[in-house]
């Protein structure tokens, strides 16, 4: 259930992201760029760790067979701006603005779903390698069937407001999920949690599959054996059932979404303060489980490619995510007082068709349009050797990811002209091609102050042209994107997705819930069935294989990169833990600043 980034890392990207129960994709991210997406949620390995009271403190590039990654630490601390040293109990983070939908149910953006991995806990955490481990959970017991799941809730755990948490929040947010007029990215359904259907229709007024043993005590029957439910039950974040339900009735969910930008949850910080496209503003929380964290205040501050690296240098931010490309890195490393950890992206950037456009739905034109753009051109001018073009939505670092059989559809002008001359688009007497009347034109949507989008553009304009197409780009922020995709008010756009470590995700499934473009597949949606339904780790490598080989000949998107990720972090910040399935958000209450 949690997204891929998980949002739109809309890249458009470059993030994460990201990004909610009950699917595989994080956030979509922007153009740096996360996210849903999905984002940023990083949920999907098929068992927990034992329970750490300590999260690992790794430097994360290190471990990457990748000679374009690594972790290079500060070379000389001296240079570290006055403003930054002035800071003795504030960490300033570097992102794009959030949207402001602070909610486990409702977020859309890895910059929105970071505020909610600080805010909000859950059962079980996403660990450095991709695993999960018990965190709000004293243990969980798993039936030998598979099918029953009884959750122990710590004893003791407070909301940030002193109120206690019990296990009748955790159902508060299921039933929430399983609401008919829920309308957040989780596929709470897909679980087939016992009687959730039937809660969903209007048919019961309780879940009949979920049963409260004691304050502390959860159990929850499923219809269906899966080889993620463990993990997705177990990543549904807690939500005070005294606070969201105040005005909360089935079908009703005006008075829940009123709270998204004003959280109250159980985790690191509490939100003081939020201005719509500058900051977030956060304290720790002195209830929070582990500890009050060791720094005082946090500000998530609203960042752009122009000016990430010229607020790190200045001392303005401490943290931020940086395009990765040889001047970036050169930029960042030559300051000496940023330790810079690269490392490959758990994640992938694409361009999106609207399959609801009879053009689209072609695969000859959706093969020519791949074919037709010069991706390796533009990959190269927006990272240089930090990303390589793909060909399937699976970055390297994911356990399904693979080679075979794949076509990797070469740049190739003139076999994409014929293609489109076999779908029946032929060139009329203006150079533009046309089919039945109707002249084949792109309206193309990509997100402003973004260098992927600043390398895209020209090539595509010119590519495209050449294949006599009529491409006219307009250039909006984030968020504005991001509405387009959602809504459906697009024709192409270019975004990303950040992925989880498990494969199964709804975005290229049938009526999927991230599935946002209309795509339908039915080989696909039926062996992404088979492959969440297979316990057998290699036998599910085996079925995404077939998947990815599927998707790779049907070409739903243009698949465009993996990129590698790039943190610039001030040198006097220690304890921050960030990996392609870990955001920094998940240890942030172990960071110190260390003057």
């Known amino acids: 259930m949690g997204k891929k980034w998980s949002g739109l890392m809309l890249i458009m990207m470059i993030a994460v992201l990201l990004l909610s ?90 910059y929105d779903k970071y505020v909610v991995e600080v805010v909000f806990d859950s059962f079980l955490v996403v660990q450095s390698d991709g695993t999960y481990a018990e965190h709000l959970a004293d243990k969980i017991d798993v039936s030998d069937d598979g099918l029953k799941y009884t959750f122990h809730l710590k004893p003791g755990i407070k909301y940030s ?31 087939k949690i016992k009687g959730g259907q039937e809660y969903h229709d209007g048919k019961s007024p309780d879940i009949s599959g979920v049963k409260i043993i004691d304050d502390n005590t959860v159990e929850v029957e499923v219809l269906e054996v899966n080889a993620q439910t463990k993990n997705e039950l177990g990543t549904v974040e807690f939500l005070p059932e005294a606070y969201y339900g105040k005005g909360y009735k089935l079908g009703q969910l005006d008075s829940v ?41 946090v500000i998530l501050k609203a960042t752009t490619d122009d000016t990430r690296i010229a607020m790190l240098q200045s001392g303005e931010i401490d943290v931020d995510e940086v395009t990765v490309n040889e001047d970036n890195v050169e930029e960042l490393t030559g300051l000496g007082f940023l330790d810079v950890n690269i490392f490959p992206t758990n994640g992938y950037g694409y361009v999106a068709f609207n399959h609801n456009d009879p053009k689209y739905q072609d695969v000859k034109v959706r093969q020519a349009l791949t074919i037709g753009l010069n991706r390796k051109e533009v990959v190269e001018g927006a990272f240089g050797k930090y990303a390589n073009v793909i060909n399937i939505p699976e970055s390297n670092v994911g356990w399904a990811y693979t080679n075979e059989g794949i076509e990797p559809y070469e740049f190739d002008i003139d076999k994409a002209k014929k293609l489109l001359d076999e779908a029946g688009w032929v060139e009329g ?53 991001s509405e387009k995709r959602k809504t459906g008010d697009f024709e192409m756009f ?76 001030n040198a006097r910040v220690t304890g921050l833990d960030i990996t392609p399935y870990k955001h920094f958000t998940f240890s942030l209450y172990q960071a110190e600043i260390v003057q």
């Open 161 to 191: 407001d002193g109120t206690p948490v019990t296990v009748k929040d955790y159902l508060f947010a299921l039933k929430v999920l399983h609401d008919p007029t829920y309308d957040g990215e989780s596929d709470i359904l897909s679980l």
């Open 494 to 569: 270019f975004a990303a997705w950040g992925l989880t470590p498990d494969p199964d995700s709804t975005v290229y499934i049938t009526n999927g819930a991230q599935n946002n473009i209309g795509y339908s597949n039915k080989t696909v949606d039926e062996l992404m069935l088979k492959g969440k339904k297979t316990l057998d780790l290699e036998g599910r490598k085996e079925i995404y294989k077939q998947v990815f080989q599927e998707l790779n000949r049907d070409l739903p998107v243009i698949f465009m990169y993996q990129r590698r990720d790039m943190w610039g972090i």
């Open 21 to 110: 129960a009950c699917t595989g994709d994080k956030a979509a991210e922007p153009p740096k760029d996360p996210p849903p997406a999905a984002e940023s949620t990083d949920k999907g390995s098929d068992q927990a760790e034992p329970d750490k009271t300590e999260p690992e403190k790794t430097e994360p590039g290190t471990s990457q067979d990748d000679a374009n990654s690594g972790y290079f630490p500060a070379t000389d601390k001296s240079l570290n701006p006055a403003l930054a040293l002035g800071r003795k109990d504030t960490l300033i983070i570097g992102t794009t603005a959030p949207k402001g939908i602070f909610s486990p149910l409702f977020w859309s953006t890895v």
């Open 257 to 297: 979404k009123a709270l998204n930008d004003k959280p109250i949850g159980s985790g690191q910080y509490i939100v003081t303060k939020y201005t719509p496209g500058q900051e977030v503003v956060l304290e720790a929380n002195p209830n929070y489980f582990k500890g009050a964290p060791k720094i005082k205040n």
């Open 429 to 481: 007497s203006d150079g533009i091609r046309e089919k039945d009347g109707q002249k084949f034109k792109i309206n193309f949507s990509a997100t402003a102050d973004s260098s992927v989008v600043e390398a895209l553009l020209p090539i595509m304009t010119k590519n495209y042209k050449e294949l006599g197409i009529d491409f006219n780009a307009e250039t909006l922020d984030f968020n504005a994107i």
